[in-house]
């Protein structure tokens, strides 16, 4: 099946569905996905020919026959959760099984007025008027074909509202699982984030497969608002199977004296792409985005981000980090916009490779755009192999050339998994890429 079918194909699937709608098809919401699908079907999938698509190829995918689930055929007894989730994690906790709500295996432990943690689909019953004012006002489906494409299919995802002055006790910790059993699934999750002012609200979006050879593609869409003086986390956790696509765009809005964390972990998949756009939108506002990627074999992981300075007195740091092994390919390119009303910004961005197999590669570029004349910017890239003096220094002290290069990986990573402020994620990242280090040094 070649690019256009799989397109037609899933045109089709949407034809089909708002047939079904009845007088369904005529509200806000649907006038939305209705507009995006249109756009979706103008602009098509990526190509390579477009610059930032460049070194990501979504052909091979195009030619697969992805099918959506709109219920679930597995039973709660049927998914091992012991298996997938985080161990020793207290959360609030919904699962998704190919975009799916789950209500019978989530578990919400968190009370308090004015709270809303729920399935999306759930919010746009209970919550309309919230939703309407946020839904699809920061990521643009007009503009962006993945975007276009989740705004247009997407059924469920993640609805968080936290009230002012509230500060969440548990973090939320949402686990999208990918249950391609019986065939190649597509899933669309949509999660909206709202933080009030001087609220507090820690969000771990975790992806892992149900099944070893399953084919899955997730193409996934976060809006995230943090009102004045808000502090959101947001936490991305790539954790799927050789057969699995994993595309994930975050659109943050950042307004007066508020704080976005956002992290990104990418171990295991075939294909994943990670797109993070922080509008800083108000004065005293602080921009966050760490990431880690740590591939092997045919992996291939794609970052890239975009802080865009809009106001004066903001701060942003970046900071990506890769192990790169057999023939993976990294890819990294971040961006940053310094508007011209935006004087006394300051951001920094770093990314830092290194590659451990001959084959591997790394594209980077660093991007700087300022147009404001006061203010402290920078940014910078490497990519290179193990210090052959670290590696000898720890040999003397009796270490095996296994160990020694096990050691120096893990304190390279170790860096950005610091950022991590919950410490039981914290604790399985390090075991986990622990593991995949150990693993590739054999």
Same mark, same amino acid.
């Given at each position: ?27 806000d ?12 079907s103008?602009?098509?999938? #990526? ?12 052909a091979?995918?195009?030619k ?59 919010? @746009?019953?209970?919550? #309309? ?49 990918? &249950? ?17 002012? /001087? ?7 975790h992806y892992a497969?149900?099944?070893? &050879? ?17 502090i ?8 799927? /199977?050789?057969?699995?696509? &994993? ?67 903001? @701060?942003?740091?970046e ?9 993976a ?33 790394? @594209? ?27 590696? @000898? ?21 170790g ?7 919950i ?12 593991r ?7």
């Amino acid at each position: 099946m070649d690019q256009m079918n799989l397109k037609e194909k899933l045109l089709k699937d949407f034809a089909q569905y708002e047939a079904g709608l009845n007088s369904a098809a005529q509200t806000d919401l649907h006038q939305i996905r209705k507009t995006a699908i249109n756009a979706f079907s103008e602009m098509g999938f #990526p190509t390579v020919k477009q610059e930032d698509w460049k070194y990501t190829n979504l052909a091979n995918i195009s030619k697969k026959t992805f099918n959506q689930q709109f219920e679930s055929n597995l039973s709660s007894s049927e998914i091992n959760l012991s298996q997938l989730l985080t161990p020793n994690l207290e959360a609030n906790l919904l699962i998704f099984e190919n975009g799916i709500y789950r209500a019978d295996l989530s578990k919400i432990k968190e009370e308090a007025t004015g709270l809303i943690i729920n399935n999306l689909q759930t919010a @746009f019953k209970t919550s #309309p008027e919230l939703i309407v004012q946020h839904y699809t006002k920061y990521a643009d489906h007009k503009a962006e074909a993945m975007v276009a494409l989740n705004t247009g299919l997407a059924q469920d995802g993640l609805f968080v509202s936290v009230p002012e002055s509230y500060v969440m006790q548990h973090p939320i910790y949402v686990l999208h699982i990918a &249950n391609a059993i019986d065939n190649a699934v597509l899933s669309s999750p949509r999660n909206l984030i709202i933080g009030g002012a /001087n609220s507090q609200v820690k969000v771990i979006q975790h992806y892992a497969s149900l099944n070893e &050879n399953g084919e899955s593609f997730t193409n996934t869409v976060t809006e995230i608002v943090a009102n004045q003086k808000a502090i959101i986390e947001n936490y991305i956790i790539q954790d799927e /199977n050789a057969n699995s696509t &994993n595309i994930t765009e975050t659109q943050t809005h950042l307004s007066k004296e508020s704080f976005i964390y956002c992290h990104n972990y990418s171990l295991e998949g075939g294909l994943i792409r990670n797109k993070t756009n922080m509008v800083v939108a108000d004065e005293h506002s602080e921009a966050h985005m760490y990431g880690v990627y740590v591939l092997s074999e045919n992996q291939h992981a794609d970052n890239r981000s975009l802080v865009d300075h809009d106001t004066a007195n903001a @701060f942003s740091q970046e900071l990506y980090k890769g192990v790169l092994g057999g023939k993976a390919k990294g890819v990294f390119n971040g961006r940053i916009m310094v508007r011209r009303d935006a004087q006394k910004t300051n951001a920094y961005q770093t990314n830092r490779n290194i590659l451990v197999g001959n084959e591997a590669q790394v @594209f980077t570029k660093p991007q700087l755009e300022i147009f404001a004349d006061d203010v402290r910017c920078s940014h910078g890239c490497t990519i290179g192999q193990l210090d052959e003096e670290a590696i @000898f220094y720890l040999r003397s002290r009796g270490l095996t050339l296994q160990k020694a290069k096990t050691y120096l990986l893990k304190a390279f990573v170790g860096e950005v998994l610091l950022k991590a402020t919950i410490d039981p994620l914290k604790n399985f990242l390090i075991e986990k890429i622990d593991r995949k280090i150990k693993g590739m040094m054999v």
